[in-house]
T-cell receptor
C-alpha cells in the first residue's frame, strides 16, 4: 500500500545551522514528491516538488530536497535555518494508480520544525 | 500566482444548521479541487475530490449527504456541511490543482483554511 513516512515528529535546530526534515515513501510505480509548509491556523504552502530529472530540487525560501530512488527518500534541507522557518512541514506523494483519484496526494504525518535563536 | 482563497476563514454555528464554505482559485483555472479536513496536530485527511461539471468523488467513510460538494465553475468549489453537529467541528482546507487537468504531477495549491465550530 502507498504510504509516506516522516519519522520525526519534531526537529529542533539552532538558527544558522543546517536543517534536514526526513521523508520516505512507498508507492507502486513512479513517485511524484512534494513538500509543503504550514504555519499555525493556515493552509499549506507549496515549497517544491520532484517529477523527473535532476535528483536535487530547489524550491522556495532557500529550501531544497534530494530524491533518492534506492533509499526511497526525499529529505528536505536548508543550509542555514532561520527562526521564521519554524512551522509544520508535510511531505506528500502522488503516483499513477488507475484505482484511485488522479492527482491525489498522500501525506505524511508532518514534522514540527523549531528553530531557536 | 497560484493563489487559492477560502471563505469564510472561521465560522461558528448552532447544531443542526448548515454551513457553506467557498474555495476559489484566484488566478488560474482548476478542473480539479480537493477538500481536506485536519484535526489538531494531525495530517490532512482527504474528504473528496471535486471535478468541474461532474459529481464529486468521496473518500471511504465520508458521508456524501452530509458534506455536499459543488464545483460549478473552473474557479469555484463549495463544501456545504449539512445539519452540522459538534463532531463536525474542524479545520477544513481546500486545494486546487494547477496543471493539465488533475494530472498526477500537478501541484496542488491550498487555501488558508476554514475553522468550523459547531455549538
Amino acid at each position: 500500500a502507498q504510504s509516506v513516512a516522516q519519522p520525526e515528529d519534531q526537529v529542533n535546530v539552532a538558527e544558522g545551522n543546517p536543517l534536514t526534515v526526513k521523508c520516505t515513501y512507498s508507492v507502486s510505480g513512479n513517485p511524484y514528491l512534494f513538500w509543503y509548509v504550514q504555519y499555525p491556523n493556515r493552509g499549506l504552502q507549496f515549497l517544491l516538488k520532484y517529477i523527473t530529472g535532476d535528483n536535487l530540487v530547489k524550491g522556495s525560501y532557500g529550501f531544497e530536497a534530494e530524491f533518492n530512488k534506492s533509499q526511497t527518500s526525499f529529505h528536505l534541507k536548508k543550509p542555514s535555518a532561520l527562526v521564521s522557518d519554524s512551522a509544520l512541514y508535510f511531505c506528500a506523494v502522488s503516483f499513477l494508480d488507475r484505482g484511485s483519484t488522479l492527482g491525489r496526494l498522500y501525506f505524511g504525518r508532518g514534522t514540527q520544525l523549531t528553530v531557536w535563536p | 500566482g497560484a493563489v487559492v482563497s477560502q471563505h469564510p476563514s472561521w465560522v461558528i454555528c448552532k447544531s443542526g444548521t448548515s454551513v457553506k464554505i467557498e474555495c476559489r482559485s484566484l488566478d488560474f483555472q482548476a478542473t480539479t479541487m480537493f477538500w481536506y479536513r485536519q484535526f489538531p496536530k494531525q495530517s490532512l485527511m482527504l474528504m473528496a475530490t471535486s471535478n468541474e461539471g461532474s459529481k464529486a468523488t468521496y473518500e471511504q467513510g465520508v458521508e456524501k449527504d452530509k458534506f455536499l460538494i459543488n464545483h460549478a465553475s473552473l474557479t469555484l468549489s463549495t463544501l456545504t456541511v449539512t445539519s452540522a453537529h459538534p463532531e463536525d467541528s474542524s479545520f477544513y482546507i481546500c486545494s486546487a490543482s494547477q496543471g493539465t487537468g488533475g494530472g498526477v504531477a500537478d501541484t496542488q495549491y491550498f487555501g488558508p483554511g476554514t475553522r468550523l465550530t459547531v455549538l
